[in-house]
């Protein structure tokens, strides 16, 4: 079972590779950017749109966790992405501000977290419907996991068409111990 402190670490790993991943993507034209590559998201934007809706999507799901997170409230009502392509933006720059706006939630949600949270049920409901019993901290793991996965897609999308992202490794932001 991961530890606040670890969430807190992958948090700001998340946000620091986002930043990192749409500064290398914005050395791309836009026809770049856009291209199909043959990727399950088809193009890098793809890639990209595919983390803002999959991360909207958990972060709904985590939004209903009994604790009842402020910093995800602003999620309990609003509408959920139907499906793991929903458009978060067609551009570079409309994308960025989305994801710009997620991390922040994540961020600020990570910052909440209590041991106790994570050792929770969370009950939720998958895109088809289909209902779901885990314990919270490991869908916690899963989420930044899946963040990961995809942003090593987006990496190799980069490093083909010619730009280089940098180091990706989580081991990049782990402070050194006292």
């Keep these: 079972m991961p530890t606040c402190a670890d969430i807190r670490l992958l948090a700001a790993y998340n946000a620091h ?90 961020d600020s949600f990570a910052a909440q977290l209590q041991p106790a949270d994570l050792d929770a049920v969370l009950v939720y409901r998958n895109t088809r419907g289909h209902e779901y019993r885990k314990h919270f901290g490991t869908l916690l793991l899963h989420f930044f996991n899946h963040q990961a996965h995809h942003r090593g897609q987006a990496s190799t999308l980069l490093t083909q068409a010619g730009v280089d992202i940098g180091v990706t490794d989580l081991l990049e932001i782990i402070p050194d111990a006292d």
């Design 17 to 106: 590779m986002n930043r990192k991943l749409y500064a290398a993507a914005a050395r791309l034209p836009a026809e770049e950017l856009a291209a199909e590559r043959g990727a399950f998201f088809g193009s890098l934007l793809g890639t990209m749109n595919h983390l803002c809706a999959a991360d909207t999507i958990w972060l709904t799901r985590f939004a209903a966790h009994p604790v009842a997170f402020t910093a995800l409230a602003s999620l309990r009502d609003g509408p959920v992405p139907s499906n793991l392509r929903q458009s978060y933006g067609d551009d570079l720059a409309t994308l960025q501000a989305s994801r710009v706006r997620i991390d922040g939630m994540i």
